[in-house]
């Protein structure tokens, strides 16, 4: 038997690696995705007061630090038994996840995805990039990194500063948007709608570019999401759906704080992320961009659900692993339009933040986040204090899908070869980077980015490593 | 007009004023953490050591003299503060990311502007209890620095005596007035100076924190 490992996976956040068993004759008969950081932050947060915890707790990641801030945020409302948000707020919260998800998104596709899907899976490593990119394809660059920037800004407004700022407090928001700020936000707006809809016709043209795309990495699960009123697409705010490998509802219109009953989490002992599964019939599902296009209904952007019906015309629910990016790209404009909205909408700039709050015990938030649901759950003690944690993080949901994935790409693309290249190796990471994974944030860690590739021979030898 | 020498400066003083009162009443600040205006000078952080004719002494507690001359900005003492700040660090558990009185800390305030950019000393990491006992207020132990300012305040404003500090070096704790122990036996109020006159969070206000957003804290 022969181990291949990638050690360490790169232009993915978090550090992994996998590993690859080959038996004599070079088959793939194994593959795993280990991640080999520290989970942390279910521990230390106990005993700490239960107001910090939103600002605590965004510190697992630099990406997404918002999603965590505000999926904390909602937890520890319900926990002070708020009902509802003023309706500035409510707004504001979203607008500032939306600015999150806007950043996240292309950061992922425009930063770290798209030298593969440009230049090619085989091209030379040194060009697959944001600098090759740049070099390359300078106006469609500067784009993605202009289209970041808008995220970031709108978190800077309403956050104080663009990573792990303060935001959201125990029933409401801790500062209005100003007529200032919302103009400046205004002026640009524009051009980011424009820019990310050119986003979804390069995604969409890249994937439909190539028939092999539709099978690259093919899996088949359930895929879960919150979706709003009607099916309604939602980052924020919403109601548990899983759908079936066909389409078909596994659960529908499950309030949030009962994930328990319908998700639990499996350990293994080479890795640090767990494995979750569906109670029912233990499967294996997946969340983020594909799960939430393909679970949702409609979406309230109008440009964005005029994608959203092109896209399930290919199929629905869409299982390629590569329409990932583009559901990705669906999502980044939708941010966008609603962005748009919201900054129209007169309660933006309202100076009503905050409703009043009591004190309870348990309480469970959920949100969209770039990558997938995010479930945060606190329970505290009579005086204040956090006794329980569990976070379940959108790249853990994609855990099995994940190793699925790598398996597909090893079988087909390194079964039987005599020589293993890098452009073989790629191709297992250009898998795991459709999902977005965000290693750091799915174990909680405090570590370094980049992802190994080991290959271990049949005598459990290590044949060769390859990392960045 | 009387007056002291502060870095070359001449600087007014009236009688019954510390070196810490007139240099601040000129807009010359000497950094400080245990001082506050209108409270007995304590002198215990050493943050506000200065020459005094070649001498050192702490401003805070050292009466203004006719013709003294006061070296505060010198690069020695400079060096001195920034060791004090890192110990001071060091010795207790601060972790600003998620501190609500980040940003209107003023340790953390007195450590950027002395240029402080890591602990330097290996973190003693010290096991402190947490009393949130009382159902307004919380004592965050591993933020204590032991300045007495909530002992001065709770005996000299509140007119009580909620707490003290106990214990010689590494033992040293903040204590509280009661049996047990713990905050909820004391006759403390969330009205009492004591409860927020703490220069870092060591005593805060229970489900108060991060209502001031980044850029309009003490300090942004």
Known sequence: MTRIAIDPLTRVEGHGKVTLQLDEENRVIEARLHIVEFRGFEKFVQGRPYWEVPVLVERLCGICPVSHHLASAKAIDRIMGVEMLTPTAEKLRRLLHFGQVLQSHAL???????????????????????????????????????????????????????????????????????????????????????????????????????????????????????????????????????????????????????????????????????????????????????????????????????????????????????????????????????????????????????VETSMGREGVGVIEAPRGTLIHHYRIDDEGLVEMANLIVSTTHNNRAMNEAILSVAKHHIDGRQEITEGMLNRIEVAIRAFDPCLSCATHAVGKMPLKVDILDHRGERLCVLES | MKTIHLDGHEIPFEDGQTVMDCALAADKPIAHLCHLPGYTPYGSCRLCTVKIDGRFSSACTQPAREGMQVESETEELKEMRLGILRMLFVEGNHYCPSCEKSGSCRLQHAAYNAGMLDPHYRPFYPKREMDASHPDILIDNDRCIFCALCVRASRDVDGKAVFDISGRGLATRLVVNSKSGLLVDTDISVEDKAVHVCPVGAILVKGRGFEVPIGMRLYD
């Not at chain 1, 440009?118 to 390359?136: C, H, P, T, Y």
């Not at chain 1, 800004?153 to 956050?159: D, N, S």
């Not at chain 1, 016709?201 to 690259?216: G, K, N, P, V």
């Open chain 1, 108 to 354: 992922h596709f425009f930063h770290l995805s798209s030298p593969d899907l440009l230049f090619g899976f085989d091209s030379e490593v040194q060009q697959r990039n944001i600098a090759g990119l740049l070099k390359a394809y300078p106006d469609l660059a500067l784009k993605g990194v202009r289209l970041r920037k808008y995220g970031q800004e709108v978190i800077q407004f309403l956050m104080g500063k663009r990573i792990h700022g303060t935001g959201a407090v125990p029933g409401g928001m801790n500062k209005a948007l100003s007529i200032d700020e919302r103009d400046r936000l205004m002026k640009d707006i524009d051009d980011i709608i424009e820019w990310a809809d050119d986003a979804v016709d390069l995604a969409r043209d890249i994937f439909l570019s190539d028939r092999s795309y539709l099978d690259f990495a093919g899996l088949s699960s359930s895929f879960l999401s919150i979706v709003g009123e009607g099916g309604l697409h939602e980052l924020y705010d919403g109601r548990l759906r899983c759908t079936n490998a066909m389409g078909e509802f596994d659960f529908d219109g499950v309030a949030d704080s009962r994930y328990s009953e319908y998700i639990r989490e499996e350990v293994k002992s080479w890795s640090y992320m767990k494995f979750p599964y569906i109670v029912e019939g233990k499967g294996m599902y997946r969340v983020g961009p594909l799960a939430r296009i393909n679970n949702c209904d409609r979406m309230a952007s109008p440009l964005a659900e005029s994608r959203r019906k092109e896209f399930a015309s290919i199929g629905r629910p869409v299982h390629a692993t590569l329409a990932y990016h583009w559901a990705r790209m669906i999502e980044l404009l939708h941010c966008a339009e609603s962005m748009r909205d919201l900054l129209h909408d007169p309660d933006i700039i309202g100076e009503d933040l905050r």
